[in-house]
């Protein structure tokens, strides 16, 4: 079986709680019942308390939630948070016992990495440390591989973070040993590492002739730009070039997200080759897929690179660059660049101030036209996918954009 959860909690031994997403809204339920019914504080006056006793515990958020007795030692008890899966020292006066609700199964379950095995045959604390930061609060993917004798046991599960496993990326981090030496293959290397140079895919754009919803991404002259399909547009009128764009930047999202968290364990690029995909830092300090095009400079190395889903460039240091995980290959290019039809440089635009790469171009008409598509809904028409992709482009005014560059002289119509 397959789902979603959201891991809640990673306990100090390397158990992985997790709460199925099917499961939230049951569990929202018996929260507010358990509000509702415990009001104030806990027992007030002496209790025996017994090891594995039932109990709802007074949380430092002042919520109450479901408990269990694990320890009792003097005043303060340690207690497991059976929806949630951590322990904690407890007072006396946060806790009451109860049966209530104990008919209602935990919420979370334990769980272990199928056919793992920590270094040491257990976690060791920076392991715990990584699978915390990594893990908790966070929505994931489960594969469940193997059932527990005793209900009560540990599920061994496969789980993927932004499409990569688990018991993958802790292998590589020398953390565990996974006996499945295929999966940590399929999703343990990195782009880079073998001989055959990988690429990103291209996404499916429109047939000519139909019109989209569309967001400029960056502009290499007024004439020449990229593109992104704008699928949070028309909605109810979504094609299905669109609907797979708006899941793939989805997807896309989630996994760069994660791979931030953990961008630091992917080793620095050492080869150079021109089209190779990569990670990248932009100036935001986050990482972004892109592709190299050339060495800028030699010393200290300095290397062009074009990010992929927007179609900016940057020149950055080889500390910067780093090998990119194949689950980030599947998704394709977000940024298509496109030629807008319908306009060419205006013979009388004497502005001195030129574009130095496409001098037939001014620089006042490079503004104007960032102006005209900045922040804008604009919609393509398609008219051509080869040798060139060529649209006309249109301002939320429903008029053709380069009318703008035309009207102040700085580009002239072309049939």
Same mark, same amino acid.
């Given at each position: 079986?397959?789902? +979603?959860?959201?891991?809640?909690?990673?306990?100090?031994?390397?158990?992985?709680?997790?709460?199925?997403?099917?499961?939230?809204?049951?569990?929202? *339920?018996?929260?507010? *019942?358990?509000?509702?019914?415990?009001?104030?504080?806990?027992?007030?006056?002496?209790?025996?308390?017994?090891?594995?006793?039932?109990?709802?515990?007074?949380?430092?958020?002042?919520?109450?939630? $479901?408990?269990?007795?694990?320890?009792?030692?003097?005043?303060?008890?340690?207690? +497991?948070?059976?929806?949630?899966?951590?322990?904690?020292?407890?007072?006396?006066?946060?806790?009451?016992?109860? $049966?209530?609700?104990?008919?209602?199964?935990?919420?979370?379950?334990?769980?272990?990495?199928?056919?793992?095995?920590?270094?040491?045959?257990?976690? +060791?604390?920076?392991?715990?440390?990584? %699978? +915390?930061?990594?893990?908790?609060?966070?929505?994931? *993917?489960?594969?469940?591989?193997?059932?527990?004798?005793?209900?009560?046991?540990?599920?061994?599960?496969?789980?993927?973070?932004?499409?990569?496993?688990?018991?993958?990326?802790?292998?590589?981090?020398?953390?565990?040993?996974?006996?499945?030496?295929?999966?940590?293959?399929?999703?343990?290397?990195?782009?880079?590492?073998?001989?055959?140079?990988?690429?990103?895919?291209?996404?499916?754009?429109?047939?000519?002739?139909?019109?989209?919803?569309?967001?400029?991404?960056?502009?290499?002259?007024?004439?020449?730009?990229?593109?992104?399909?704008?699928?949070?547009?028309?909605?109810?009128?979504?094609?299905?070039?669109?609907?797979?764009?708006?899941?793939?930047?989805?997807?896309?999202?989630?996994?760069?997200?994660?791979?931030?968290?953990?961008?630091?364990?992917?080793?620095?690029?050492?080869?150079?080759?021109?089209?190779?995909?990569?990670?990248?830092?932009?100036?935001?300090?986050?990482?972004?897929?892109?592709?190299?095009?050339?060495?800028?400079?030699?010393?200290?190395?300095?290397?062009?690179?074009?990010?992929?889903?927007?179609?900016?460039?940057?020149?950055?240091?080889?500390?910067?660059? &780093?090998?990119?995980?194949?689950?980030?290959?599947?998704?394709?290019?977000?940024?298509? &660049?496109?030629?807008?039809?319908?306009?060419?440089?205006?013979?009388?635009?004497?502005?001195?101030?030129?574009?130095?790469?496409?001098?037939?171009?001014?620089?006042?008409?490079?503004?104007?036209?960032?102006?005209?598509?900045?922040?804008?809904?604009?919609?393509?028409?398609?008219?051509?996918?080869?040798?060139?992709?060529?649209?006309?482009?249109?301002?939320?005014?429903?008029?053709?954009?380069? %009318?703008?560059?035309?009207?102040?002289?700085?580009?002239?119509?072309?049939?």
């Amino acid at each position: 079986k397959i789902f +979603q959860a959201v891991v809640s909690c990673v306990g100090g031994d390397g158990t992985i709680y997790i709460i199925p997403k099917p499961f939230e809204i049951a569990l929202s *339920e018996l929260m507010t *019942e358990i509000q509702s019914t415990f009001r104030g504080l806990g027992l007030l006056i002496p209790y025996c308390w017994k090891k594995g006793e039932p109990c709802v515990v007074r949380g430092s958020d002042t919520v109450w939630y $479901r408990g269990k007795v694990v320890e009792v030692n003097g005043s303060t008890l340690q207690v +497991q948070y059976i929806d949630r899966g951590y322990t904690e020292s407890i007072p006396q006066c946060h806790m009451y016992p109860t $049966r209530f609700y104990t008919g209602i199964p935990p919420f979370c379950i334990p769980c272990q990495l199928y056919k793992t095995s920590p270094v040491g045959n257990f976690w +060791q604390q920076d392991a715990v440390d990584c %699978l +915390q930061e990594l893990l908790t609060n966070e929505e994931v *993917e489960v594969h469940v591989e193997e059932l527990p004798d005793n209900p009560w046991d540990k599920l061994s599960i496969s789980l993927y973070f932004g499409g990569m496993s688990l018991s993958s990326f802790m292998a590589q981090q020398k953390y565990c040993i996974a006996e499945d030496c295929q999966d940590i293959r399929k999703l343990g290397l990195f782009a880079g590492d073998v001989p055959v140079l990988p690429a990103y895919m291209l996404p499916p754009l429109p047939a000519p002739g139909d019109t989209f919803p569309v967001r400029v991404t960056h502009l290499v002259s007024p004439k020449e730009v990229y593109i992104c399909l704008d699928a949070s547009e028309n909605l109810t009128k979504q094609s299905a070039t669109e609907r797979a764009a708006s899941n793939d930047a989805e997807s896309l999202d989630e996994a760069l997200k994660w791979c931030n968290k953990i961008v630091k364990s992917f080793p620095l690029l050492t080869s150079f080759v021109k089209e190779l995909p990569c990670l990248a830092e932009y100036l935001d300090g986050l990482w972004y897929r892109a592709k190299l095009l050339s060495v800028t400079q030699f010393v200290p190395v300095h290397i062009l690179v074009q990010f992929v889903d927007y179609g900016t460039y940057l020149v950055a240091p080889i500390n910067r660059l &780093r090998h990119i995980p194949y689950c980030l290959l599947k998704y394709p290019v977000q940024a298509v &660049r496109v030629l807008l039809a319908g306009f060419k440089p205006s013979s009388d635009d004497k502005n001195t101030e030129r574009i130095p790469y496409s001098p037939e171009w001014s620089l006042k008409a490079l503004r104007v036209m960032e102006d005209c598509v900045e922040g804008k809904c604009l919609s393509a028409s398609m008219l051509t996918l080869s040798p060139e992709v060529t649209v006309s482009l249109y301002g939320d005014d429903k008029n053709l954009i380069h %009318l703008k560059l035309v009207e102040m002289g700085l580009a002239e119509l072309d049939e």
